[in-house]
T-cell receptor, first 112, second 113 residues
Framework: NAGVTQTPKFRILKIGQSMTLQCTQD?????MYWYRQDPGMGLKLIYY???????DKGEVPNGYNVSRSTTEDFPLRLELAAPSQTSVYFC???????????FGSGTRLTVV | KQEVTQIPAALSVPEGENLVLNCSFT??????LQWFRQDPGKGLTSLLL?????REQTSGRLNASLDKSSGRSTLYIAASQPGDSATYLC????????????FGSGTRLSIRP
């Protein structure tokens, strides 16, 4: 039972580069989320999805895009990386949105 | 707008002590409240989930309480051990935005041997 799997674990990007952070879950959860965590801070919601084909913005969506073509996968795309996007990114999932959340182990991204 | 606050930001206690971590929230219309543990450089591990209809949940040496009317939750850790050292985060799932949860900024706990 893998739970929520995120890849890569670490990545260094140059300013202006693009990348996709991968997230997949094998629990048949409907709801999936992307959060970012800056040092010493809580988690802020970037985007979320309530099911395949449906996505919506969270608190801090600027500079990011998402898609949800399957129940299992919820990739996060950074188009033009900026130093302000240096952070740790967490993917999470939930069956109904009102039950407990399961988190991935995170992706540590540095933009230089 | 829901705001979740955890005070203190950091706490250091000697091994063996019982301790309480606090979480407060401004909007009492919530589905549930969840406590997480985060080790340095790691992801979040769910510790306890309290539904809005419940008053408390227990798991081993951990006990979480919820008082919706006052907008407060506490996480009680009995007989603390050095392995309990981590950051503890609380998060609320509120009625007005049931698809997402709001996090506090966490309490960094250090247990001194």
């Amino acid at each position: 039972n893998a739970g929520v799997t995120q890849t890569p674990k670490f990545r260094i990007l140059k300013i202006g580069q693009s990348m996709t952070l991968q997230c997949t879950q094998d629990m048949n959860h409907n709801y999936m989320y992307w959060y970012r965590q800056d040092p010493g801070m809580g988690l802020k919601l970037i985007y979320y999805s309530v099911g395949a084909g449906i996505t919506d913005k969270g608190e801090v969506p600027n500079g990011y895009n998402v898609s949800r073509s399957t129940t299992e996968d919820f990739p996060l795309r950074l188009e033009l990386a900026a130093p302000s996007q240096t952070s740790v990114y967490f993917c999470a999932s939930s069956y109904s949105g009102t039950d407990g959340y399961t988190f991935g182990s995170g992706t540590r991204l540095t933009v230089v | 707008k829901q705001e979740v606050t955890q005070i203190p930001a950091a706490l250091s206690v000697p091994e063996g002590e019982n301790l309480v971590l606090n979480c407060s929230f401004t909007d009492s219309a919530i589905y549930n409240l969840q406590w997480f543990r985060q080790d340095p450089g790691k992801g979040l591990t769910s510790l306890l989930l309290i539904q809005s209809s419940q008053r408390e949940q227990t798991s081993g040496r951990l006990n979480a309480s919820l008082d919706k009317s006052s907008g407060r939750s506490t996480l009680y850790i009995a007989a603390s051990q050095p392995g309990d050292s981590a950051t503890y985060l609380c998060a609320v799932n509120q009625y007005s935005s049931a698809s997402k949860i709001i996090f506090g900024s966490g309490t960094r706990l250090s247990i001194r041997p």
